[in-house]
């Protein structure tokens, strides 16, 4: 290799490393400024769009559904998750 490809990958070689050590120290700078305690992070409830369950335990039950007489669907229902009763009337 002639003397000026030498160089020019030793100029490229050094730019790479010095971008690298710039990104690392940004983001060490950012990653410090983000809280620790999720509470601090979280928006106050009035500014979420959805809403929190209907039942204070939390209490997440599966997707799956029940297939009514009538034709309709009913899914599950917390704390217990057991199926929602089927509507009345409407029936073939």
């Not at 009514?68 to 669907?73: E, F, Q, T, V």
């Not at 599950?76 to 929602?84: G, I, T």
């Amino acid at each position: 290799m002639n003397r000026t490809l030498k160089l020019f990958l030793v100029i490229i070689l050094g730019l790479l490393i010095i971008i690298l050590l710039i990104t690392f120290y940004l983001k060490k700078d950012i990653s410090d400024a983000v809280p620790t305690v999720v509470d601090e992070a979280s928006p106050s409830p009035s500014s979420l769009w959805f809403k929190k369950p209907p039942n204070p335990e939390n209490i997440r039950c599966a997707m799956d559904v029940k297939r009514c007489p009538d034709g309709s669907y009913v899914g599950r229902v917390a704390p217990l998750c057991s199926f929602a009763p089927c509507p009345e009337g409407n029936k073939y």
